[in-house]
């Protein structure tokens, strides 16, 4: 199951702000929450803590708490020694700084049901190190890391390498991505919150469409607070389950209307180093006339359309992932939005995905 979450960090604005931004987060389908307990400094830092959570808790959130060892020395606490967290109102601690393995194998058999997260940035070596130790992995997740400083981020290949080993190993996932609007993290910062470089300056919305496409993550969790309102709604309108690309256009002939946002499209097995091809289309309005439109030569990211000059693929739709000359017969009908071209040398043989004006 894939899930949004949000962060929160009490240390900032009023509890009532607080408790406001989760219920509107809820409404919108998230259901997860990232906090952080190195601010919890004295006893009406905990009672507010508490208070939030309770609100959380209520609306039905899992809460996943950022632990430190300063933390846990704080309270004179050791890895055997996880009631406090339960009393705090949490459902799981994450283990910025890891045992040796052993210790994690322990506390994931922890009586009050807390899950026991791991930072998974480190490599896989350390799930690898973990299951010698025979956990118990219903009470196992795994969190990337984000990174404040720009090009800190970690790059792609790693990102998805030690996902799939946790994923491999049927370990819970989860990542993080950035929002513009937001200006609250752990400690300050001004150049967002973020798990992949990459996606540092996209806008929300593209970044948990990577993630989600990706298959090897279940929660994606917004590290920066207060997110707006658009961009929690962006983020809620997501497919979980199917990709969806932005395609810009002008007003289209009606069947061009019907073929791109009515269908659903699929990438064709027999794949070409050009093109995406949606074939099906051109069976289904078989006989339709196919008005040739805006013919020029094609450049990535043009969404086409074949007209009915082209009898044999009259009706077929194709996206460019090169640049091509165009035979004549080719209407352009618009352009996959430019910061999610990337997306498109995502998509694999066979995979599904729609098209959203």
């Known amino acids: 199951m894939r899930r ?29 929450i990232f906090t952080c307990l190195l601010s919890l400094e004295n006893e009406a830092d905990i009672l507010k803590f508490k208070s939030i959570m309770r609100h959380a808790r209520t609306l039905g959130f899992t809460v996943l708490a950022d632990v430190s060892p300063s933390v846990l020395h704080r309270y004179n606490l050791t890895y055997k020694e996880l009631k406090f967290f339960e009393e705090l109102g949490v459902t799981g601690i994450r283990l910025d700084e890891g045992f040796s393995g052993f210790e994690e194998s322990i506390m994931s058999c ?13 490599g896989s070596k350390v799930i690898e190190r973990l299951l010698e130790f025979q956990p118990n992995l219903s009470q196992i997740s795994v969190t ?22 946790a994923k491999k190993n049927g370990i819970s996932t989860s990542v993080f991505v950035n929002a513009k609007s937001a200006k609250y993290g752990p400690w300050p910062l001004s150049n967002g919150l973020c798990t992949l470089e ?18 090897l993550v279940d929660t994606v969790i917004i590290a920066n607070a207060f997110a707006s309102s658009e961009e929690l709604e962006s ?10 690309l932005r ?12 073929i791109l946002f009515e269908e659903l499209h699929f990438h064709r097995g027999d794949i070409s180093e050009y093109l995406i091809r949606s074939t099906q289309s051109r069976v289904k309005y078989k006989g339709e006339n196919f008005p040739l439109i805006n013919v020029r030569d ?19 739709m ?39 004006k």
């Not at 983020?235 to 969806?244: A, T």
């Open 298 to 316: 094609i450049e990535v990211g043009d969404v086409l359309i074949h007209s009915s000059e082209n009898s044999r693929y009259a009706g077929e």
């Open 235 to 244: 983020v809620s309108i997501v497919s979980k389950g199917i990709l969806e």
């Open 198 to 215: 990459m996606h540092r300056d996209l806008d929300i919305m593209t970044q948990v469409k990577d993630w989600f496409n990706t298959n």
């Open 247 to 258: 395609l810009e256009c002008e007003k289209l002939p009606k069947i061009y209307e019907k």
């Open 4 to 32: 949004l979450g949000i962060s929160v960090y009490p240390q900032y604005e009023t509890i009532e702000k607080w408790k406001d931004y989760i219920s509107q987060a809820a409404k919108l389908g998230f259901s997860h």
């Open 144 to 165: 990337h890391n984000f990174y404040p400083m720009p090009y800190s981020g970690l790059s792609r290949e790693h990102a998805l390498q030690t996902l799939k080993t």
């Open 318 to 356: 194709n996206i460019a992932l090169k640049p091509m000359k165009n035979s004549g017969a080719i209407s352009i009908v618009g352009n996959i939005a430019s910061e999610e071209l990337f997306l498109l040398l995502q998509i694999k043989p066979w995979q599904k995905f729609i098209l959203k």
């Open 110 to 122: 922890n009586p009050y049901g807390l899950t026991v997260d791991i930072n998974l940035s480190g």
